[in-house]
């Protein structure tokens, strides 16, 4: 198994910045892509950003391209998001998941962390 921790989360006013972290501990080299995702009241919960684990590739959300970034400290087995420009519409709990393929829906991540709550302030 795989165990995720998320932290980061807090009140910001709108466009201003916060940076979520996950970390992972366990069978960390299972891993082969980790995710972000949001959960609003009342909305399903989107993917946010994605990255893959041996070749790095990234993916977006169109909502958040140019304003979000996701990254990977390996040594830490920790993969960060970076959001700036926060709007009140984005207000949500955020989870971070792994998956133990490189490539496919969100069905195919495996473990997910308990969420940390981000709210923009408008």
């Known amino acids: 198994q795989v165990q995720l921790v998320e932290s980061g989360g807090g009140l910001v006013q709108a466009g201003g910045s916060l940076r979520l972290s996950c970390a992972a501990s366990?069978?960390?080299?299972?891993?082969?892509?980790m995710g972000w995702f949001r959960q609003a009241p009342g909305k399903e919960r989107e993917v946010v950003a994605a990255i893959t684990w041996n070749t790095r590739s990234t993916y977006y959300a169109d909502s958040v391209k140019g304003r979000f970034t996701i990254s990977r400290d390996d040594a830490k087995n920790t993969v960060y998001l970076q959001m700036n420009s926060l709007k009140p519409e984005e207000t949500a709990v955020y989870y971070c998941a792994v998956s133990n393929v490189a490539v496919g829906p969100r069905s195919s991540y495996n473990y997910w962390g308990q969420g940390t709550q981000v709210t923009v302030s408008s």
């Open positions: 366990g069978r960390t080299f299972t891993i082969r892509r």
